[in-house]
Structures are given as structure tokens and as C-alpha cells.
């Protein structure tokens, strides 16, 4: 009888042993060496490990998300970190695609706080009576905007929020400005030296490139129209979120605008299994996930099963749904 039980038991460990998932082993194509997408990269695998020492996700740095798109499309990686607005620009096949990227299928939303700022110094602000975005078009102010390098999605979400406000490359020409092509950081030493009225970006409240502005210059944030808010979603698949007042110096009121976020991203030659076991993994073990850094406290299971732009990899939906994150 006992000898009965006994084999019965192994049989069933056996079993459990024979159908339980392999280690995972995937690379995931992020951003720049050193910037939060590497110390993402870092928390997911700490959170695959927790459940299997033997899994392992390899990070490797690539120009960003229209590059990971790429490298997905061609399945040359097995996962990618990419905004949502850069997954909607490769959905449509807009520019820098040659044709809609339709194979990505999403795991999770990493984040959806990365808010456009838009900062002016207050000496002109004041000078032409602009406190929106929509004021600058008929100030005749010969502004002087930063603009992210060419490749990075905030300068396309930019320069569309600006055109909708009224502001086109045309009309800043016309009265004497200009847009400048500089990263988060370069805008931040060039409005400090005076070589910037305006920078524009989207990234966390107080990065520490705005916290560097707030400092070190005179500078107001300006507002931005509702309608204009409303375009950008639509067009870009971006969300909404307010800035709350007194975030930086001069700023006495909530700004609400949209607001990049960025997605953990598979194609659909991932094995469900694979998409299942990682995505469980991230629900299971988020504060690996959460730990990385300041800025992802707020990542919540709830997040990660947030729908976006792209439909849920089966595996992931499945993980989903069997935590009771979606129906």
C-alpha cells in the first residue's frame, strides 16, 4: 500500500517534471548603455531568473525603438522595448518604414508617464504674452526651439503638437526663429547659455535634464490646448496625463498633455509558451521590475495587462487572464 502511494507520488512529480516550461533564454534590444530601457532590460531578466535560475534575458543597446522595431520586423531579436507612438507610426508603415510592420505582438506597458513638456523662458513668455501653445503662432516671437535629434520619437510628437498649435517650421522661419535639433541634455545647456528660448521633450517629471532647466534657468511651462492633446492621441496612440502644479518653479497650475509610454514587445514567431512563461514571470515578480529605478514604482500587474496599439502576444493574454488582468 505505502509502496503504492509512494510510486504514485513520483509518478506525479515525474509528470510535473516532464510538461513544466524550459528556461526561457531571449534577447531584448533596448536603448543607450546605462539610460532606464538598460535598467529595464536588467529587472526583467532578475524577474525571469526568480523563477528559473536558468532563464536569462540578454540586453543588448541599439538606437531605440524605431531600431527595435526593425530588428523585430526582420526577427533578428526576440524582444524589443519600443513607445507606443513608434509601434503606431510602424503599424500605419509612416516614416522611417518602407511598409506597415504588422508582426509585433505586445507582453506588457513598462510605462505610460513620459509627459511633453514644453518649457519657455519667462523673460519672452512674458514679452509676447504666450502662456500656450497656442499663443506662439500669432506672437511673432522669433523663437528659438529645441527639438530632439531626428530618429527619436518625441521630436516627431513635438514638431505634430507645434503644428497643431499653429507653429510649422514655415511660420517659425518667417518670424525669425528656427527649430534646433539637440538632445534632452544638449537643450539643457544650450537655454542655459542662451542659445535656446524653448526646449521641448518627453520624459519623466523632473528628469533630471528638466530638473537641470528648472534650476538653472527662468523658464515656464507652457500650456497645451485640449484639441491639440486630442490630435496627438489619435494620431500617435499616446495618452493623457497632467503635470501636477508646482512641479517645477514657476509653474502655478496642472498642465495636462499627452504622454509617451513605452512597451515590451515580442513578434509573432514567439512560441506561446515563451510569451506565457515571461509574462507570468514579470506579473509574479514586478518588484524585480519595479526596483530598477525611482521612476517605476508605479508599475503595477495592472499596467502591464493595460491594453495599447498592439494586440497581446496569446501567450501574454493568456498569463493575463489567468492572473484576472483581462477577460
Known amino acids: 500500500m505505502k509502496y503504492s502511494i509512494l510510486a504514485a507520488t513520483l509518478g506525479l512529480a515525474i509528470s510535473s517534471t516532464a510538461v513544466s516550461a524550459d528556461p526561457v533564454n531571449l534577447t531584448l534590444s533596448g536603448g543607450n548603455p546605462g539610460g532606464l530601457w538598460s535598467l529595464l532590460g536588467a529587472g526583467i531578466d532578475r524577474a525571469v531568473k526568480a523563477d528559473d535560475g536558468d532563464s536569462v534575458v540578454t540586453y543588448q543597446a541599439t538606437g531605440g525603438g524605431f531600431a527595435n522595431i526593425g530588428l523585430l520586423g526582420s526577427d533578428r531579436t526576440d524582444l524589443g522595448l519600443l513607445h507606443d507612438a513608434e ?27 513620459a509627459p511633453m513638456h514644453f518649457f519657455l523662458d519667462k523673460a519672452v513668455a512674458e514679452e509676447y504674452d504666450i502662456d500656450s501653445l497656442d499663443d506662439i503662432a500669432g506672437s511673432g516671437a522669433a523663437l528659438r526651439i529645441g527639438i530632439n535629434r531626428s530618429g527619436n520619437i518625441t521630436s516627431n510628437v513635438a514638431l505634430f503638437m507645434l503644428e497643431e498649435a499653429g507653429v510649422t517650421e514655415e511660420s517659425l522661419t518667417d518670424a525669425g526663429g528656427q527649430f534646433v535639433r539637440a538632445g534632452a541634455n544638449e537643450q539643457a545647456d544650450l ?6 528660448d524653448m526646449i521641448t521633450n518627453g520624459i519623466f517629471i523632473n528628469h533630471s535634464s528638466f530638473r ?3 534650476e538653472n534657468n527662468d523658464v515656464i511651462l507652457l500650456e497645451v490646448p485640449e484639441d491639440v492633446v486630442t490630435a496627438t492621441n489619435e494620431e500617435f496612440g ?5 503635470i501636477p502644479a508646482s512641479s517645477y518653479s514657476n509653474q502655478e497650475a496642472d498642465v495636462t498633455t499627452s504622454a ?3 512597451l515590451l514587445v515580442a513578434n509573432d514567431s514567439m512560441s506561446e509558451e515563451t510569451a506565457y512563461s ?6 509574479k515578480n514586478i518588484d524585480e521590475v519595479r526596483a530598477v529605478h ?12 493595460t491594453p495599447s496599439v498592439l494586440e497581446f502576444h496569446p501567450g501574454a493574454a493568456k498569463a493575463y487572464e489567468e492572473a ?4
Request: a negative charge; hydrophobic letters at 45%.
Open 212 to 214: 537641470s532647466v528648472d
Open 324 to 327: 484576472g488582468l483581462i477577460k
Open 191 to 196: 537655454i542655459q547659455d542662451g542659445r535656446l
Open 278 to 283: 515571461l509574462a507570468s514571470s514579470l506579473v
Open 260 to 262: 509617451l509610454g513605452a
Open 87 to 113: 509601434a503606431q507610426i510602424a503599424l500605419q508603415g509612416g516614416e522611417p518604414f518602407a511598409e506597415p510592420i504588422e508582426n509585433m505582438r505586445a507582453i506588457g506597458y513598462m510605462y505610460n508617464w
Open 294 to 305: 525611482s521612476s517605476m514604482k508605479q508599475l503595477s500587474p495592472e499596467l502591464l495587462a
Open 238 to 242: 499616446t495618452g493623457t496625463m497632467t
